[in-house]
């Protein structure tokens, strides 16, 4: 029998991925509040806020911004309450535990990115991120993950951090936050002027914004 899907392939027959915030959001909320520290939600959770919700895609953590002198003290109390940590190669440390209420459960398991983007192999974009937290605490805008309530990015400063990041992904988020329609380009342009180091990004920034039908988007590169 003829099959208009291609070859005849097998689905596989282990679980889908699947990821639930909750535990995490517990986990990264209890850090914060006997640390002191305020972490901004960034990453792929922070673009569910500002999309709807039919435009979700697929995440596997929860991704925190934190100020470069503040990451110390969240390190000092993860080692003193035993807490293993990983170096991120963009800069912070990232946390990986079991479900504590079923080990086995890898969807519900605590993933846990503080981020404050201070390696310099990968360049050093700390003070970047000390904008976008200071932001968003100015703005006080907030969201809950699992019981915790966190900060989080404003969705023009989460188009700057995921050019930043420049994987597959990022882009595919940027296009969702544009064509959501609150997003300040320009704002955006001035900071790339302003962070020097940025430049690289405009063209596909404003790409991005011209394959989005972004009302700020402009005709070719000869801005200033």
Not at 52 to 73: G, M, N, R, Y
Not at 120 to 127: A, C, I
Not at 164 to 182: E, T
Request: hydrophobic share 40%; glycine share 8%.
């Amino acid at each position: 029998m003829g099959s208009s899907g291609g070859r005849s392939t097998t689905p596989r027959e282990t679980p889908l991925p699947a990821f639930s915030p909750r535990n995490s959001g517990d986990f990264a909320g209890r850090v914060l509040a006997e640390t002191g520290v305020q972490g901004v939600l960034i990453g792929r959770l922070a673009v569910w806020a500002w999309i709807s919700e039919d435009q979700h895609k697929f995440t596997k953590d929860v991704d925190l911004a934190v100020l470069p002198q503040e990451l110390p003290l969240l390190c000092n109390w993860l080692r003193t309450h035993g807490i293993a940590t990983r170096e991120l190669p963009i800069g912070g440390v990232g946390v990986r535990l079991p479900s504590p209420s079923d080990p086995d459960d890898d969807a519900s398991a605590i993933r846990v990115d503080f981020i404050d983007r201070t390696n310099p192999e990968w360049g050093d974009f700390g003070d970047l991120v000390a904008e976008a937290v200071a932001d968003a605490r100015e703005r006080a805008q907030t969201v809950r993950v699992g019981h915790a309530r966190f900060l989080v990015v404003s969705p023009t400063w989460l188009v700057v951090l995921k050019l930043l990041a420049g994987r597959g992904k990022d882009d595919d988020d940027v296009r969702d936050l544009l064509q959501a329609g609150q997003v300040d380009a320009d704002f955006i342009r001035e900071c790339m002027r302003r962070h020097r180091n940025l430049a690289i990004l405009r063209s596909r920034f404003e790409e991005e914004l011209r394959r989005s039908g972004h009302p700020a988007a402009r005709r070719g590169y000869e801005e200033s």
